[in-house]
């Protein structure tokens, strides 16, 4: 069993940054692949970033590459997403998931344990 808390959200400017993280609970999270997601007002649940066991391998939504950063710390049993130069579009409650079947799965509802999620707003 794993519970995962997202934490970091909040109001930032266009063009500004936040980190946030996703502590998660259990001693085996270096076990799973973490995935960030988001989801904006009237707007699908949609993929963000993606992030390996080891943390070796990262994948990242197109919309975010180059911006966003994800990484972990398996000794904090901690994942973090560090957002860049945001844009209003990246308004949304961001929430952090985790599987053992793979690094990315298909569908949002194949992943194992969700977060309740971070609220994100930018501003203009």
């Known amino acids: 069993q794993v519970q995962v808390v997202e934490s970091g959200g909040g109001l930032v400017q266009a063009g500004g940054s936040l980190r946030l993280s996703c502590a998660a609970s259990g001693r085996t999270f270096s076990g799973y692949a973490m995935n960030w997601f988001r989801q904006g007002p009237g707007k699908e649940r949609e993929f963000v970033a993606a992030i390996s066991r080891s943390g070796g391998s990262t994948i990242y939504a197109n919309s975010v590459k180059g911006r966003f950063t994800i990484s972990r710390d398996n000794a904090k049993n901690t994942v973090y997403l560090q957002m860049n130069s945001l844009k209003l579009e990246d308004t949304a409650v961001y929430y952090c998931?985790?599987?053992?079947?793979?690094?990315?799965?298909?569908?949002?509802?194949?992943?194992?344990?969700w977060g309740q999620g971070t609220q994100v707003t930018v501003s203009s």
């Open positions: 998931a985790a599987t053992t079947f793979g690094l990315v799965l298909p569908k949002p509802d194949e992943y194992e344990y």
